[in-house]
C-alpha cells in the first residue's frame, strides 16, 4: 500500500500569512504514461464532509480561490495558501489516488 | 445539482449488523464509481472501500480492517449505494461517508461529490 505522511500536524499562521503543508507518499505517485501525479489535496471545516480543493497535485478546483496553489511531483508535494484568511481554518489532507487502497494521510490542522 | 444523500446509521451492539444507504441524483449513477470513507471521532479520514461501475464489472475493493467484514454493492435502478457491515466492532464507531468522483474516468477516485456522512455507534 502507499502510504501518504503530512507535516506539520498542525500549524498556526497570522491572518494574511502563508501556510504551507506539505505530503510525501511512499512511492512516486508520477504515471508516466501521462505525466501526472495522482495527488489530491481536501479542506475539512468542523460538522462537514471534505471538499475536493485540488487534484493532479496542482489543478485548482472550480470555485476554489487562488490563494490555494499545490505544487511537487514524485514523492513530495506541497499546500500553499497565501494570504490567509479566517475561514481557512480546517483541516487538511492530501490523498493519493495512484493505487488502490486509496490513502489519506493523517492531516494538518491550521489556525489562526 | 450533483447530490448524495445518506441514510441509516446509529447505534449497534459489537457483532451485530448495519446497512448504510446512499442515493445520487445529478448525474449519471451507473457511470461513476462509488467510495466510501470513514472518520472515528476526532481522527482523520479512512478509505474503506469503493465500487467500480457496471461497465467496470462492479467489482469492489476494501480496505484490510473491513474486508472480511463489509461489502459494498450498487442499484444503478435506484441509484442506490448500499455498505452492509457485519461482526461490527467499537472501532468501526464513525461518521460514514459515500463520495464519488465526477470528473471522468482517469478523475474516479478525486472525490468531489460527497453525502452528508452518518454516525455508526458500536457500543453495547
Known amino acids: 500500500d502507499i502510504v501518504t505522511t503530512q507535516s506539520p500536524d498542525s500549524l498556526t499562521v497570522s491572518l494574511g500569512e502563508r501556510a504551507t503543508i506539505n505530503c510525501r507518499s511512499s512511492q512516486s505517485l508520477l504515471y508516466t504514461s501521462d505525466n501526472r501525479n495522482y495527488l489530491a489535496w481536501y479542506q475539512q471545516k468542523p460538522g462537514q464532509p471534505p471538499k475536493l480543493l485540488i487534484y493532479w497535485a496542482s489543478t485548482r478546483e472550480s470555485g476554489v480561490p487562488d490563494r490555494f496553489s499545490g505544487s511537487g511531483s514524485g514523492t513530495d508535494f506541497t499546500l500553499t495558501i497565501t494570504s490567509l484568511q479566517a475561514e481557512d481554518v480546517a483541516v487538511y489532507y492530501c490523498q493519493q489516488y495512484y493505487g488502490i487502497p486509496i490513502t489519506f494521510a493523517q492531516g494538518t490542522r491550521l489556525e489562526i | 445539482e450533483e447530490q448524495l444523500v445518506q441514510s441509516g446509521g446509529g447505534l449497534v451492539e459489537p457483532g451485530r449488523s448495519l446497512r448504510l444507504s446512499c442515493v445520487g441524483s445529478?448525474?449519471?449513477?451507473?457511470?461513476?464509481?462509488l467510495t466510501w470513507v470513514r472518520q472515528a471521532p476526532g481522527k482523520g479520514l479512512e478509505w474503506i472501500g469503493l465500487?467500480?461501475?457496471?461497465?467496470?464489472?462492479?467489482?469492489?475493493h476494501l480496505a484490510a480492517p473491513v474486508k472480511d467484514r463489509f461489502s459494498i454493492s450498487r442499484d444503478d435502478s435506484k441509484n442506490l449505494l448500499s455498505l452492509q457491515m457485519d461482526s461490527l466492532k467499537p472501532d468501526d464507531t464513525a461518521v460514514y461517508y459515500c463520495?464519488?468522483?465526477?470528473?471522468?474516468?482517469?478523475?474516479?477516485?478525486?472525490?468531489?461529490?460527497w453525502g452528508q456522512g452518518t454516525l455508526v455507534t458500536v457500543s453495547s
Open positions: 463520495a464519488t468522483g465526477l470528473k471522468g474516468s482517469r478523475l474516479r477516485n478525486t472525490l468531489d461529490s
Open positions: 445529478g448525474f449519471i449513477f451507473s457511470d461513476v464509481w
Open positions: 465500487i467500480k461501475s457496471i461497465a467496470n464489472g462492479a467489482t469492489t
